[in-house]
Nanobody, 121 residues
């Protein structure tokens, strides 16, 4: 069994900051990719940030310079530091990991439970 547990969401005023965390537990062998997605009401889920196995990071244009993705490899954790938040950042944020389990040759996709981020005055 593998489980991804998120924390760190909440309400913040425009211009504020939040830090999301996601930790994977279980019989994990290798984590390949760690992503953060978000889904606002009425919208499709979109990928916000990625950190690849080699540590390369990418973010979508609308959050560049404001959001930073990072990881703790030993702790099987990924983080999303969100600064200068805007109302349009309001969404449920999900972490995603492509990983394989012990005795499993191919990676599978795993999702966190989602955490609400609300930006309003």
């Amino acid at each position: 069994q593998v489980q991804l547990v998120e924390s760190g969401g909440g309400w913040v005023r425009p211009g504020g900051s939040l830090r999301l965390s996601c930790t994977a537990s279980g019989d994990i062998r290798t984590i390949y990719t760690m992503d953060w997605y978000r889904q606002a009401p009425g919208n499709e889920r979109e990928k916000v940030a990625t950190i690849a196995a080699d540590g390369t990071t990418t973010t979508i244009d609308s959050v560049k310079g404001r959001f930073t993705i990072s990881r703790d490899i030993a702790g099987n954790a990924v983080y999303l530091q969100m600064n200068n938040l805007r109302p349009e950042d309001t969404a449920v944020y999900y972490c995603y990991m492509a990983l394989n389990r012990n005795k499993q040759p191919l990676p599978s996709a795993y999702w966190g439970q989602g955490t609400q981020v609300t930006v309003s005055s």
